[in-house]
């Protein structure tokens, strides 16, 4: 059963506008949440995370929303430019201490920023 | 700074041959972990290494496949009697805590 799920394998936002990218998950002891981009033919790249103890995490364009109650997480992206056309992917941890834990991700969704 | 690197990037083998699959992670990270990544799907974790210790290999698939870091940088994951499931990109990512970061991956393609 996954535990990590993102629901839409793809979508499709134009250019100038916000990207909403969405993840649930069912593992209540995961704490801590991270959000990768990746290109074809290239590795995951990190873009950004989130701890269990905030419900929001900024960095430039990208915005990070977690509702531990629903379990249920978000990446904003505002605003979308042609380069963030990419699959992304949700992760999340547990924590057994010492950044131990292999991540679990989501199956991906497809973002494509049309001009 | 270098990031991780994976060698090679493409491996065709044929079902019954053993493939060596190399990881460089970035200097300094103690943490490294090697994920299989099957078409359409997330990275799966496989196993994990902190310095030279592998602290976890429960995602392993079968007694096929093993890993190891003698020296605690460069690790090697090897696939034994190669099957055509085990086709897939095998990423290694390495951590200095919190944060993952991954390798290009190698295609692996079983005929």
């Known amino acids: 059963d996954q535990q990590v799920k993102q629901n839409s394998p793809s979508l499709s936002v134009q250019e100038g506008r916000i990207s909403i990218l969405n993840c649930d998950y069912t593992n209540s002891m995961f704490d801590y949440f991270l959000w990768y981009k990746k290109y074809p033919a290239e590795g995951p790249t990190f873009l950004i995370s989130?701890?269990?103890?905030?419900d929001k995490n900024e960095d430039g364009r990208f915005t990070v929303f977690l509702n531990k109650s629903a379990k249920h997480l978000s990446l904003h992206i505002v605003p979308s430019q042609p380069g963030d056309s990419a699959v992304y992917f949700c992760a999340a941890r547990g924590d057994s201490g010492g950044g131990a834990d292999g991540l679990t991700f989501g199956k991906g969704t497809h973002l494509i920023i049309q001009p | 700074g270098a990031g991780v690197s994976q060698s090679p990037r493409y491996k065709v083998a044929k079902r019954g041959q053993d493939v060596a699959l190399r990881c460089d992670p970035i200097?300094?990270?103690?943490?490294l972990f090697w994920y299989q990544q099957a078409l359409g799907q997330g990275p799966e974790f496989l196993t994990y290494?902190?310095?030279?210790?592998?602290?976890?290999k429960s995602g392993l698939p079968s007694d096929r496949f093993f890993a190891e870091r003698p020296e605690g940088s460069v690790s090697t994951l090897k696939i034994q009697r190669t099957q055509q499931e085990d086709s897939a990109v095998y990423l290694c990512?390495?951590?200095?805590?919190?944060?993952?970061?991954f390798g290009p991956g190698t295609r692996l393609t079983v005929t």
């Open positions: 200097s300094g990270h103690v943490s």
């Open positions: 290494f902190q310095n030279e210790a592998q602290l976890d």
């Open positions: 990512a390495s951590s200095d805590y919190y944060e993952q970061y």
């Open positions: 989130i701890s269990s103890i905030k």
